[in-house]
């Protein structure tokens, strides 16, 4: 097994160097290298990391890398982690705008531009997906179906900030299996009352 700082060079390296469109994008890629390619974390854990993350001010890409890099090998791999991923980034950032720059009015370059615009789609729809299966495995049908209509309307129809929306939903995650049981029981103390 390689040595885990080499492991997080390398997988913050790749994130950096292949995310494109910003730190949403990059996510599938990060859960990616975390979960499935080196096995650091559970996929149920790096939805709750994510969740937190989202709720801190800053890019959540170099959130992410930092604190895989501190989970494993504290300051200097949270230190490693960030740098592995934005230093190549901001290298190929330099030469691709002088690139872009020179041939701005060329059909090929906005026709490759435009051509990555659908991966980054799917790349996040696969992700959304499959958090939405987990949160309705814990959750249930009708309770995920109703959180993803209130998330909904809270985000598009009355505009809240997405990191309060988060914080209201992480809140509730706190007392989920309370309030079911409680639920469940008042339930089933309504069926023996009117069955009495």
């Known amino acids: 097994m390689a040595n885990a700082y080499v492991q997080i060079g390398m997988a913050m390296f790749r994130t950096g160097i292949l995310g494109y469109g910003g730190g949403p994008s990059i996510v599938p890629l990060i859960r990616y290298e975390a979960v499935t390619r080196f096995k650091w974390m559970k996929d149920e854990e790096f939805m709750e990391v994510l969740a937190i993350a989202n709720t801190l001010p800053g890019p959540i890409a170099t959130k992410l890398a930092g604190y895989l890099g501190y989970r494993l090998k504290g300051s200097l791999g949270a230190v490693l982690g960030v740098v592995a991923h934005i230093l190549p980034t901001c ?13 701005s009015t060329s059909h090929v370059i906005k026709g490759m531009i435009a051509a990555v ?3 980054v789609a799917v790349m996040l729809g696969v992700m959304a997906y499959e958090f939405g299966e987990k949160a309705v495995k814990g959750l249930g049908w009708m309770a995920g179906i109703i959180f993803f209509v209130l998330s909904f309307l809270l985000l598009q129809t009355f505009a809240v900030h997405p990191a309060i929306v988060i914080f209201l939903f992480l809140f509730y995650g706190a007392f989920h299996h309370k309030v079911k049981d409680k639920w469940g029981k008042n339930r089933k103390s309504l069926g023996k009352g009117e069955g009495a």
């Open 91 to 103: 290298v190929a950032m330099v030469g691709l705008y002088s690139f872009i720059t020179f041939f």
């Open 117 to 119: 615009v659908p991966i």
